[in-house]
């Protein structure tokens, strides 16, 4: 497993931007398809999941809190579906980053995950709404703290438990970067909604492709710290004495 990041990482808001521009070009098709996929598949599982809890109707009757429990019901109903496909356009982005070729497909690579995807979610989203309900603060925080767990558990095949850690150790180096990060693409995505929503075809691929690359500066890029090159010129010295014993 590894536990690791790039505790040297560090990155500028404009230039991630400008490098997600970049590269949205030759990928820009392939993203967009992939979140009609996702958009679509969670309006029909948002229909189904209605029939079942119908949160709409208990809001339209003012039962806010039962209306809150079923809305929460429906997306625990629709996780194990959603969450899968949702890391799968999520690595999009990182293999768009990373040169690698990219297909609509893929977004359904990680449902032989599903379980594991399922809970690292449902941890996430348990944890920041109770961060939102004990205080808004405590939820904004865990937000961006949590939002590589997804992705390093299958990318780096870490357990729930050790990809939540990992990512809010990484994040809490540049949180109020990532923050201001966050802010910049909510003002970009509103402006690109302006023009009869045509700059989302920019905005939505740039999004992808800069987590991607926010991702790859932090988790691709680790360097070697001085005690892992101690441990590993110990470990080679051992080795060759033993073999040296050995031809002896």
Request: proline share 3%.
């Amino acid at each position: 497993m590894n536990m690791k990041f790039n505790e040297n990482y560090d990155f500028s808001i404009i230039q991630v931007i400008k490098e997600a521009y970049e590269k949205s070009y030759g990928n820009k098709t392939v993203i967009n398809l992939a979140v009609t996929a996702l958009v679509i598949i969670s309006l029909v599982l948002g229909q189904v999941t209605s029939l079942v809890f119908n949160s709409a109707s208990l809001f339209a009757q003012q039962l806010f809190l039962q209306g809150f429990i079923s809305s929460q019901a429906e997306n625990l109903l629709a996780l194990p579906i959603i969450a899968p496909i949702s890391v799968g356009l999520i690595m999009l982005g990182i293999k768009a980053n990373r040169g690698e070729e990219i297909k609509v497909p893929m977004i359904f690579d990680y449902f032989v995950l599903v379980w594991p995807i399922f809970f690292v979610s449902l941890a996430v989203n348990v944890s920041t709404l109770l961060g939102y309900v004990v205080f808004v603060l405590p939820g904004i925080y865990l937000a961006f703290a949590l939002m590589f767990s997804s992705v390093l558990l299958v990318d780096k095949k870490l357990s729930v438990l050790d990809a939540m850690k990992l990512s809010m150790k990484a994040v809490n180096k540049h949180w109020f970067k990532f923050l201001g990060y966050g802010i910049s693409f909510a003002l970009i995505s509103i402006l690109a909604v302006i023009p009869l929503g045509i700059g989302l075809l920019w905005s939505v691929p740039m999004s992808v492709i800069g987590f991607g690359i926010l991702y790859s500066k932090m988790f691709d890029e680790v360097v070697e710290s001085n005690d892992d090159f101690i441990d590993a010129e110990i470990e080679e010295v051992v080795v060759t004495s033993v073999e040296d014993k050995r031809v002896d």
